[in-house]
């Protein structure tokens, strides 16, 4: 009856609720967060009701019509998949097909190494889930050390490897100056570090910066690695996004698994499939022989049991299938060099909008700088300016997600960032 | 085997790339050199070369940084699937994974669930985008009215925060690695049994892992004054994971008055339930029964957090939807705990997937589909009760010795038959039968045609191994 009356809202006395009404929250000295930087800027574009408002913050890729796109061998694999599928658990380590697929895009359709099945490889929750996994994997069997991260990058590696319990040193990275890489920085940082340390690389289209080392300096930086004894984590989030081709934008990690590394990597396809929302990605890190890759699979499995079990299902599907099927592939690789080409496209445009218009301040880092982002130059107050008074949204580190641009917007963007750079 | 190429660097190669050269020790060209030179040389000799010229690193195809890991053992109940995988006889039968699956033994996916996929696929206007970090804001809101009832107070006073999760697991590891950051008290206690993976989430997300006493083996029931004894000297503020109907592994679960009494003894001493919820609809057949328990401490305006999963109830297991229910005292705090929540998933996976949550939305937004879910659902919770019954009236027509009316009394998808470990490998071996080594099996992998070599397994267990 007591209980009858609790659950009716009606309280009998007052010992039926001993204790809960007369506590202040538990939670009440929370701190409210700040507000996610990247993340954050889309909810405050959505807010803005200016018809001129454009929003180059995230790294999301936007069609010529500044629209979402579903590629089109995504659609025809989820007609496919439909229907079809059991929904059953995946394994902890995730989808076989899908990692098969991911290890032969990244370290080559016929690669020894996984002949030789000399590689540890995971299914993971996009690339958050695929470092979040390797950095956990890191602080359990390496609880000594730290990890080496550019500046700058993606922000929420930060988060990640500290959320993880792993301190984070970083390396130089981003050359100001020019817009481009300070390489005798970074590689006086990759020499000066103690042997052994943990270096995380971003493998192409660096974020936030678009600057990415050459192939030459790619070499140097494979050498020193190795001479210091370094552990080379690669980050690749837009294999075949930067240049349009999957194997050159691999072209960095090939140099390094031709050295000999024992690398780590963590995969994408968030945008090379536009699978975004799906959380699709892959940890794999080679080791010295099979029986080695059975252990360190299984160790990264005991990771990912307490975190999540087992990884989701629709995305993997969705992926394996597009990698599996030879025409679905094709015409994969079709689109994918079609975003890739219209943001190349979209940074010849900016340019020469922007040396049209006169500006004095050179701009040749927007056509140097490849993949989603360019990292324009401009200070916060100047990325403040372009907020307040042409409603153009972008993170105040002076990143612009190229694929926000498009031919409809890119003259008004140019004309702004004209403006408001004008003075410098 | 041909001689050993020695390369000594030469100044007269002038290495045009890096700035950097003067101050390293290992020019480019003698990279370059030693690079060529491994293609040419073969194996055996490249170890020689490497200790003349390159000084062999760690990671340069020799020493593995991870080389002194050793093989983790097999999950316990994941492992029990891949065992019984690899077991080549014909007659075998799996009841480690709790998975339902249908009298003809397969895995089922809900008719529901199959129409709104078609639905959301022929939505052209559909994308892939990134969901928010706290998941589809539907999803959470009707996640919530779900577990806690549309009239529920605490949702109309907006002291409800709710987050998708990545299922159960991800759902309970993201609140416990909010807890272990901003509660002032880092002890959960568990009961005594719990599910296998429990202990390891806590952990990891940073918290101090106790137990309660909960099954008593005597009875195969529970055990009331243990439980009460030990959430009793619980230091204050301490968090206690209930599980919130069909306990998982023992199937017990405490009645509406013992629940009650649970209640006020956590408020007396000032702890915090956390509630997992796996099975909801799926213990009785009635989604608002098997939420009663939950309902009742949210009634009484305390605080809680919930896990809910749709792995089972919905069939959506490879999906991994749940959602992570935190209720605050007040409308402002939980708008903080929202805000804090978000920096706990970002660096886990960044946002939650899409697909599974559009699913269950789509299920739970539409009445017609809601209410074909819960035709769905009964008959899944119906058939597993038909087969405790099966399973026990099998049992007595053999004589089985031992008293296995808990088969009957338990509840939800597994029961805890009492077995102890030798005897389930006995079955296991001798049976091809194959369940955690705790004694659990899934009433869910059973059918009509298959309980009778389950209870011919247990009496042949019962009367030859100790």
């Known amino acids: ?424 | 085997m041909r001689p050993p190429i020695i390369l000594e660097s030469t100044t007269t190669f002038s290495s045009s790339s890096s700035s950097s050269s003067s101050s390293s020790s290992y020019s480019s060209c003698d990279r370059r050199l030693n690079t060529l030179a491994r293609h040419l040389i073969d194996v055996n000799d490249q170890n020689q070369m490497a200790s003349q010229n390159i000084s062999p690193s760690p990671t340069a195809s020799s020493n593995s940084v991870f080389a002194h890991l050793t093989r983790a053992p097999e999950d316990p109940i994941l492992g029990v699937t891949v065992a019984y995988n690899k077991d080549p006889s014909p007659i075998k039968l799996n009841l480690g994974v709790g998975a339902y699956r249908t009298e003809e033994g397969k895995p089922l996916v809900l008719d529901v669930v199959r129409r709104v996929e078609q639905q959301l696929l022929n939505d052209v206007s559909r994308n892939k985008e990134y969901i928010p970090i706290v998941g589809l804001a539907d999803f959470n809101k009707l996640s919530a009215k779900l577990i806690f009832g549309a009239d529920s107070p605490a949702i109309q006073e907006n002291r409800v925060t709710t987050v998708q999760g990545l299922s159960g697991t991800g759902s309970l590891r993201v609140g416990g690695e909010f807890l272990a950051k901003h509660y002032h008290q880092r002890i959960i206690y568990l009961p005594q049994p719990t599910w296998g993976n429990h202990p390891k989430i806590f952990t990891l997300a940073g918290l101090t892992v106790k137990t309660y006493r909960y099954y008593a083996p005597a009875t195969r029931g529970l055990d009331f004054e243990g439980l009460l004894e030990d959430l009793g000297s619980a230091s204050s503020g301490s968090v206690v994971l209930l599980h919130a109907c069909a306990h998982n592994p023992t199937g017990v679960d405490p009645t509406l008055e013992q629940w009650e009494q649970i209640r006020q003894l956590i408020r007396s001493k000032s702890l915090l339930p956390f509630f997992d919820s796996a099975y909801q609809g799926f213990a009785s057949g009635s989604l608002d029964a098997d939420a009663q328990p939950i309902r009742l401490f949210v009634a009484d305006g305390g605080e809680l957090l919930a896990a809910q999963s749709y792995a089972k109830n919905m069939g959506l297991y490879g999906e991994r939807v749940g959602a992570l229910s935190i209720v605050s005292k007040s409308a402002d705090v939980a708008s903080l705990v929202e805000s804090q929540l978000k920096l706990v998933i970002r660096p886990m996976y960044s946002s939650p997937p899409i697909h599974g949550a559009s699913i269950v939305a789509a299920i739970l937004k539409d009445r017609d589909l809601f209410n074909d879910w819960t035709i769905e659902l009964k008959a899944m919770a119906d058939r597993i009760i038909s087969m405790r019954q099966q399973l026990f009236d099998a049992l007595r027509a053999r004589g089985t010795p031992g008293d296995w009316s808990h088969i009957i009394k338990q509840i939800g998808m597994f029961t805890f038959t009492g077995l102890n470990s030798e005897q389930v490998s006995f079955m296991t071996k001798e049976y091809h039968i194959y369940l955690t080594s705790d004694g659990r099996i899934s009433m869910a992998g059973l059918s009509t045609k298959t309980v009778s070599h389950l209870a011919d397994a247990i009496h042949a267990a019962v009367t030859r191994v100790a």
């Open chain 1, 1 to 424: 009856m007591a209980i009858h009356n609790l659950l009716n809202g009606q309280f009998l006395n007052r010992s039926s609720v001993i204790g809960a009404r007369f506590m202040s929250s538990w939670f009440r000295n929370i701190q409210p967060a700040p507000k996610d930087p990247i993340l954050g800027v889309t909810e405050a574009f959505l807010a803005d009701q200016s018809p001129n408002k454009v929003n180059v913050g995230v790294g999301a890729y936007r069609d010529d019509n500044g629209k979402p796109v579903v590629l089109e061998c995504v659609r025809e694999a989820e007609r496919r998949i439909a229907g079809n599928q059991f929904m059953e658990y995946l394994p902890m380590g995730g989808s076989i097909h899908l990692v098969e697929e991911s290890l032969k895009l990244a370290y080559g359709e016929n690669s020894e190494l996984i002949k030789d099945k000399r590689i540890a490889a995971v299914q993971a929750l996009s690339g958050t889930g695929a470092c979040r996994l390797f950095a956990a994997f890191q602080q359990r069997f390496h609880p000594n050390t730290q990890i080496y991260i550019p500046v700058p990058t993606w922000a929420n590696h930060h988060n990640i490897w500290r959320d993880s319990g792993v301190p984070i040193k970083t390396f130089r990275y981003y050359h100001p100056e020019s817009k481009g890489l300070d390489f005798s920085g970074l590689m006086d940082d990759i020499m000066n570090a103690p042997d052994g340390s943990f270096f995380l690389l971003h493998a192409c289209a660096h974020n936030p910066t678009g600057v990415d080392p050459s192939e030459e300096q790619w070499r140097e930086i494979s050498s020193q690695i190795k001479a210091k004894g370094h552990f080379p984590l690669f980050d690749m989030a837009y294999q075949g996004f930067a240049s349009g081709s999957p194997e050159r934008d691999a072209k960095a990690i090939r140099i390094f698994l031709d050295d000999g590394h024992l690398i780590g990597l963590a995969q994408s396809y968030a945008k090379n499939m536009g699978l975004y929302g799906q959380r699709v990605g892959c940890l794999s890190v080679l080791c010295e022989d099979a029986k080695q890759a059975v252990a360190v699979k299984s160790q990264l499995q005991l990771i990912a049991r307490p975190m999540y079990s087992n990884p989701p299902l629709h995305g993997a599907l969705v992926v394996s299938t597009v990698l599996g099927d030879p025409e679905l592939k094709k015409l994969w690789l079709q689109e994918v060099k079609v975003m890739a080409d219209r943001i190349i496209g979209m940074r010849t445009t900016l340019r020469e909008n922007l040396e049209n218009l006169g500006s004095s301040l050179p701009w040749q880092h927007i056509t140097n700088q490849i993949g989603m982002f360019c990292y324009s130059g401009m200070t916060p107050e100047q990325v403040d300016r372009l907020t307040s008074e042409f409603h153009i949204y972008m993170t105040r580190n002076g990143r612009i997600s190229m694929a926000g641009l498009n031919t409809g917007n890119v003259g008004y963007v140019a004309n702004a960032i004209y403006e408001v750079t004008k003075s410098t």
